[in-house]
Every structure is written in structure tokens, then in C-alpha cells.
């Protein structure tokens, strides 16, 4: 068999920008591929977190001294960089949160809860993560809206179900851009437009997308896009929420409290501009000038280049899985035209714990587990799944070597 | 650790496993989950006037620790009173096993004893009005 092991970079010296993947773990060369869950830091993200806490430490936004003045151009300018990165007019449409969760958050009960009537409906698709899914089932609730879903087929939108599901009562669509289950991409720019025809606003969950592949917001019309920022070489503590201007200006601040006011008098108070009235609180400072040096990392392999690379190094891996009968894979095949690097899988009999189990027993990091998608597992009828996800630093050779490892799997459960 | 664990009389415990199937007539059910991996346990039981288990069953589904150690477990407690049960702590449960356990799969190995216990509790509430 004879299948591609291009890729549009050198790996090996991307490699060495990450200490970490140097490690070995009882005694075997670490192969991380547990990128979805989060991602390795290169030495220049990490050098500019130690960096902020050397020489410009100090609190954000109102103080006059010099670390001060220092550490709030930092905080902003991050907040252009990643705007850049997406596609964003500019800052004021990046608020930062702690994580893809808290972003959701904010537009599920800033905006949902005061935009969705009663006989809405809310439409997601069935792979949704929890982060999305559970947030959206509250404003339901809380609201008296329908939820409705967008059916999938090995991580594939199913014909006819956007023109279906979403109609003149569709309040808001949150949809995942890229599941973390099946690697598979939703159809975001016809779910968006079918929304927009009907006056819905769009959330698009980018928490898989972003660190990944090429992004850009305003091509793609999304109302709200979050993403994370641990997932893209950035620290933990860091995420995006972005927004149309009007879309956030229809928006409540979720969070209270210093930081995100203009004038407070004893009984009432008024919030300052975009996007500072979202950031309640001293936000997580050093990350964000954490997350800043993780996407001039990222732009300067070009993420056209790291989508490339993932691509061959999944699509690799699928074809030497699919000629095992022993492995269930789940999602769409290797030849599938636009996939991430996700592949879901099972071993013969193996529950997915003990498979994952036994890969650590030979180095190979992956995650098992419903991966934040109960539902979509039940509807599978499968109670868990192992999970290996790629990133840009991942390579042909540790393909092989987890693809060795699973015969390890295969003995023991023979 | 790693394929330490998976011993051969885990492995026959996970794939033939002991006391397995519902129970129609059982004075304890109980049922739990271990969300962190899915694994699913419901026990039944049996419990005559002297709060002696007498008989003592399991179902469910999950990893070969959790369920292994279920049907160890039924093996182990019948016999026993409520209270010897109740009395039972993880490192029993780890003893049972005798392999060594990460943080993660001590969960998944206590679960049994998490549900057993549960529903006794539930029991003597039960008893007590």
C-alpha cells in the first residue's frame, strides 16, 4: 500500500519548538494525540507568559504607571491579533473568556435568554458538545422554546435537514464547526444563510475549527463564532468570543462587576464600550499575551499549511485503520474530501478506557470517553469511544507507531 | 501499571462475568454512572431478616475494570450483612483486584461498591418507615 506522507512543512523542526513532545513517558517516546482536548505549547508561548511576569506584571486597563500602561497594551493588542485571525473588523468584536464554554454562555444568556420567545425554536445539530448543547437547553427552559436538531450521519449533516429544521420561528442556531467526534465539518455558510432568510441569529462553535484550519468570521457571516485558545498552542484560561457589532450590542454582559462599567451611582449603573463591557473582572492577563505569541506562531506556519498537514497525517492514519477488521472507525472514510484530524475508533471488544489505557502503556496519549457529546454516543449505541486527534506537530511515524500500539490492544482483548 | 492490569482473572471476570442479570425480586437496586468514562452499574440484592445478603446480582456496561470488579464484588459480599458491606472501604476493593490502580481507575473500580452501597441506604431508609 503506498499512501502520502507529504506534508507542506518540516515537521521534525516544528517539533522542537515544543519541549513537551521531547518527554517520554515510562520510558517511551510520547505521541500526544489528544490535541482536541488541548494542545502543546511552543517555547515561544511559553517564553512570553514568563516574559509578561518578569517585566510588565501589573493589573489592566485603569492603572497610569508604566507596567500598567505596559501590560493593558499587551491585553489589547491581543485582542487585534486575534481579530486578524479570524477575520474580526477589529477588537471590539473580541471579547476574551476563559474558555469556549464561557462563551456560549455569554450568548445563550445575554443574548438568548432575551431574544428567544415563547414557540421559538433553537436549532443545533445531534454532535454538538455539551458546552453547546446544555446552555441552549437551559434558555429553552427557561424561555418555553422548542429545541430542535439537525440529524447527522457519521458526522454528516443529513440532506434536507437545514431547509427542514430551521423555518420562521427559528430564533437562534448554535452548530459546531468542526465536531470533535468525527473530525467532519458542518455545513456553516448554507446553515447561516438559511438562518439569516428567517431573521435567526447564528452561533458557531469554533472550538475545533479555528485552532486548525483557516478561519474568517465575516466571510462566513456568523452572528457569534467562539473558539478556544488552549486549543491553538495558546494557554489555558484562554478563549474567544467574537461578534457582529450588533449582535453584541443586542447582548447582555453575563458577568458583573468591576472593569466592564461606565458610571455606577448606589442603585444603578451603566456599562462601558466594546468589548471591555463582556471582560468583568481582572481578566487572565498573561494568557491572553500568551495567546497573542500562539497565533503569531500559528500565522507564521500559515494555517492553510497546518490544516494541509493534519489532513495527510489523518487521512494516513484512516487508510492503514480501515484495513483492520478489529477497529471500528466512526465517521466519514479516509477519502472523505474535508475532514479534520479527529479519528474516533474502537477495538474489538475493548471498552474504550482500556484501550486508551494500554496506548499510555506505550507512550501514545488519546482520550476516551463520550467526549462531551452523551446524546450523539447513545444514538451511536456505543457507551464511549477512543479518540486520537492530530495536530500540526504530529507525524507520519507516530501514526505508525499508535497504529503498532493497537495490536498491543488486540492481544490483550483477543 | 497499564497491562499489568489487565490480569487474566480481570479479563475472565470482565468477559464471563459472575451474578450477572437483573433481579425481579431483589429488596436492594440501585444503579450509578461513572461519567468520566460511561461505565454503567446497577446491582440487586437480596437481603433476608438478619440483614444478611443472600443473594446478589449486577448488570450493566463499561470498561473491563468496572465491570470486572463488579462481578468480583458480588462474589465477595454474599453472605455478608448490610453493615460489613457498608463497612467496606476502596482499599478492600483494591485488594480484591490486586493490581495496581491509577487515580483515574479507582473509579471505575469502587463504582460496584458505590452502588451496593447506595442502595442500602436506600434500603434502610426504606425499612425504617
Given at each position: 500500500?503506498?499512501?502520502?506522507?507529504?506534508?507542506?512543512?518540516?515537521?521534525?523542526?516544528?517539533?522542537?519548538?515544543?519541549?513537551?513532545?521531547?518527554?517520554?513517558?515510562?520510558?517511551?517516546?510520547?505521541?500526544?494525540?489528544?490535541?482536541?482536548?488541548?494542545?502543546?505549547?511552543?517555547?515561544?508561548?511559553?517564553?512570553?507568559?514568563?516574559?509578561?511576569?518578569?517585566?510588565?506584571?501589573?493589573?489592566?486597563?485603569?492603572?497610569?504607571?508604566?507596567?500598567?500602561?505596559?501590560?493593558?497594551?499587551?491585553?489589547?493588542?491581543?485582542?487585534?491579533?486575534?481579530?486578524?485571525?479570524?477575520?474580526?473588523?477589529?477588537?471590539?468584536?473580541?471579547?476574551?473568556?476563559?474558555?469556549?464554554?464561557?462563551?456560549?454562555?455569554?450568548?445563550?444568556?445575554?443574548?438568548?435568554?432575551?431574544?428567544?420567545?415563547?414557540?421559538?425554536?433553537?436549532?443545533?445539530?445531534?454532535?454538538?458538545?455539551?458546552?453547546?448543547?446544555?446552555?441552549?437547553?437551559?434558555?429553552?427552559?427557561?424561555?418555553?422554546?422548542?429545541?430542535?436538531?439537525?440529524?447527522?450521519?457519521?458526522?454528516?449533516?443529513?440532506?434536507?435537514?437545514?431547509?427542514?429544521?430551521?423555518?420562521?420561528?427559528?430564533?437562534?442556531?448554535?452548530?459546531?464547526?468542526?465536531?470533535?467526534?468525527?473530525?467532519?465539518?458542518?455545513?456553516?455558510?448554507?446553515?447561516?444563510?438559511?438562518?439569516?432568510?428567517?431573521?435567526?441569529?447564528?452561533?458557531?462553535?469554533?472550538?475545533?475549527?479555528?485552532?486548525?484550519?483557516?478561519?474568517?468570521?465575516?466571510?462566513?457571516?456568523?452572528?457569534?463564532?467562539?473558539?478556544?485558545?488552549?486549543?491553538?498552542?495558546?494557554?489555558?484560561?484562554?478563549?474567544?468570543?467574537?461578534?457582529?457589532?450588533?449582535?453584541?450590542?443586542?447582548?447582555?454582559p453575563?458577568?458583573y462587576g468591576g472593569e466592564m462599567i461606565k458610571i455606577v451611582e448606589?442603585?444603578d449603573a451603566t456599562w462601558t464600550?466594546?468589548?471591555w463591557k463582556?471582560?468583568a473582572?481582572?481578566?487572565?492577563?498573561?494568557?491572553?499575551?500568551?495567546?497573542?505569541?500562539?497565533?503569531?506562531?500559528?500565522?507564521?506556519?500559515?494555517?492553510?499549511?497546518?490544516?494541509?498537514?493534519?489532513?495527510?497525517?489523518?487521512?494516513?492514519?484512516?487508510?492503514?485503520?480501515?484495513?483492520?477488521?478489529?477497529?471500528?472507525?466512526?465517521?466519514?472514510?479516509?477519502?472523505?474530501?474535508?475532514?479534520?484530524?479527529?479519528?474516533?475508533?474502537?477495538?474489538?471488544?475493548?471498552?474504550?478506557?482500556?484501550?486508551?489505557?494500554?496506548?499510555?502503556?506505550?507512550?501514545?496519549?488519546?482520550?476516551?470517553?463520550?467526549?462531551?457529546?452523551?446524546?450523539?454516543?447513545?444514538?451511536?449505541?456505543?457507551?464511549?469511544?477512543?479518540?486520537?486527534?492530530?495536530?500540526?506537530?504530529?507525524?507520519?511515524?507516530?501514526?505508525?507507531?499508535?497504529?503498532?500500539?493497537?495490536?498491543?490492544?488486540?492481544?490483550?482483548?483477543? | 501499571?497499564?497491562?499489568?492490569?489487565?490480569?487474566?482473572?480481570?479479563?475472565?471476570?470482565?468477559?464471563?462475568?459472575?451474578?450477572?442479570?437483573?433481579?425481579?425480586?431483589?429488596?436492594?437496586?440501585?444503579?450509578?454512572?461513572?461519567?468520566?468514562?460511561?461505565?454503567?452499574?446497577?446491582?440487586?440484592?437480596?437481603?433476608?431478616?438478619?440483614?444478611?445478603?443472600?443473594?446478589?446480582?449486577?448488570?450493566?456496561?463499561?470498561?473491563?475494570?468496572?465491570?470486572?470488579?463488579?462481578?468480583?464484588?458480588?462474589?465477595?459480599?454474599?453472605?455478608?450483612?448490610?453493615?460489613?458491606?457498608?463497612?467496606?472501604?476502596?482499599?478492600?476493593?483494591?485488594?480484591?483486584?490486586?493490581?495496581?490502580?491509577?487515580?483515574?481507575?479507582?473509579?471505575?473500580?469502587?463504582?460496584?461498591?458505590?452502588?451496593?452501597?447506595?442502595?442500602?441506604?436506600?434500603?434502610?431508609?426504606?425499612?425504617?418507615?
Open positions: 500500500m503506498s499512501v502520502e506522507k507529504a506534508s507542506p512543512y518540516k515537521v521534525d523542526g516544528v517539533r522542537e519548538d515544543f519541549p513537551v513532545l521531547g518527554r517520554t513517558v515510562d520510558g517511551e517516546e510520547l505521541v500526544y494525540l489528544d490535541n482536541a482536548a488541548t494542545s502543546q505549547k511552543p517555547q515561544s508561548v511559553i517564553d512570553a507568559v514568563s516574559e509578561f511576569y518578569e517585566q510588565h506584571n501589573a493589573n489592566v486597563h485603569r492603572g497610569l504607571h508604566t507596567l500598567s500602561q505596559e501590560a493593558s497594551e499587551a491585553y489589547e493588542t491581543a485582542h487585534d491579533r486575534v481579530a486578524e485571525f479570524i477575520g474580526a473588523e477589529g477588537r471590539e468584536n473580541i471579547v476574551f473568556t476563559s474558555n469556549t464554554t464561557e462563551g456560549v454562555n455569554t450568548v445563550a444568556f445575554g443574548w438568548g435568554t432575551r431574544h428567544v420567545e415563547e414557540g421559538d425554536n433553537i436549532v443545533l445539530t445531534q454532535m454538538e458538545h455539551h458546552s453547546s448543547l446544555v446552555p441552549w437547553q437551559q434558555v429553552a427552559k427557561r424561555n418555553d422554546a422548542e429545541l430542535r436538531f439537525l440529524e447527522v450521519e457519521q458526522g454528516i449533516v443529513k440532506d434536507g435537514e437545514v431547509e427542514e429544521k430551521i423555518d420562521e420561528d427559528t430564533a437562534a442556531v448554535s452548530v459546531v464547526h468542526m465536531s470533535n467526534v468525527f473530525g467532519t465539518f458542518t455545513p456553516v455558510d448554507d446553515i447561516i444563510e438559511r438562518a439569516h432568510e428567517h431573521g435567526a441569529r447564528v452561533l458557531v462553535d469554533g472550538a475545533q475549527s479555528a485552532p486548525h484550519a483557516p478561519v474568517d468570521v465575516s466571510e462566513m457571516d456568523a452572528d457569534f463564532f467562539v473558539t478556544s485558545g488552549h486549543k491553538m498552542c495558546g494557554p489555558t484560561g484562554t478563549g474567544v468570543l467574537y461578534g457582529k457589532k450588533e449582535a453584541l450590542h443586542e447582548t447582555s453575563y458577568q448606589y442603585e464600550d466594546l468589548p463582556f471582560e473582572g481582572t481578566p487572565n492577563i498573561a494568557q491572553a499575551v500568551g495567546l497573542s505569541a500562539a497565533i503569531e506562531y500559528l500565522e507564521d506556519l500559515g494555517m492553510e499549511n497546518v490544516h494541509e498537514h493534519e489532513r495527510s497525517v489523518t487521512r494516513y492514519a484512516l487508510e492503514l485503520l480501515e484495513d483492520d477488521d478489529e477497529v471500528t472507525l466512526y465517521g466519514p472514510p479516509a477519502d472523505h474530501e474535508d475532514r479534520g484530524g479527529v479519528v474516533s475508533f474502537n477495538v474489538s471488544d475493548a471498552h474504550a478506557h482500556d484501550t486508551s489505557e494500554l496506548l499510555s502503556d506505550e507512550g501514545i496519549a488519546t482520550r476516551s470517553g463520550h467526549h462531551c457529546a452523551q446524546p450523539l454516543m447513545r444514538d451511536m449505541g456505543v457507551p464511549a469511544t477512543t479518540r486520537a486527534s492530530f495536530y500540526l506537530y504530529n507525524t507520519h511515524e507516530e501514526v505508525d507507531a499508535f497504529v503498532q500500539a493497537i495490536e498491543t490492544v488486540k492481544e490483550v482483548f483477543a | 501499571m497499564g497491562r499489568d492490569m489487565y490480569r487474566q482473572r480481570i479479563l475472565d471476570h470482565y468477559r464471563d462475568p459472575q451474578n450477572y442479570g437483573e433481579m425481579d425480586d431483589a429488596d436492594v437496586t440501585y444503579e450509578d454512572v461513572n461519567p468520566s468514562c460511561g461505565d454503567e452499574i446497577r446491582m440487586y440484592a437480596v437481603v433476608d431478616e438478619d440483614d444478611e445478603i443472600v443473594d446478589v446480582n449486577f448488570d450493566g456496561q463499561g470498561c473491563a475494570i468496572s465491570q470486572a470488579s463488579a462481578s468480583l464484588l458480588t462474589e465477595e459480599v454474599k453472605g455478608m450483612t448490610v453493615e460489613e458491606v457498608r463497612d467496606l472501604e476502596t482499599e478492600d476493593i483494591k485488594e480484591m483486584l490486586g493490581i495496581e490502580l491509577s487515580p483515574v481507575r479507582v473509579k471505575c473500580a469502587v463504582l460496584g461498591l458505590k452502588v451496593l452501597e447506595g442502595g442500602i441506604v436506600e434500603y434502610k431508609k426504606e425499612k425504617q418507615t
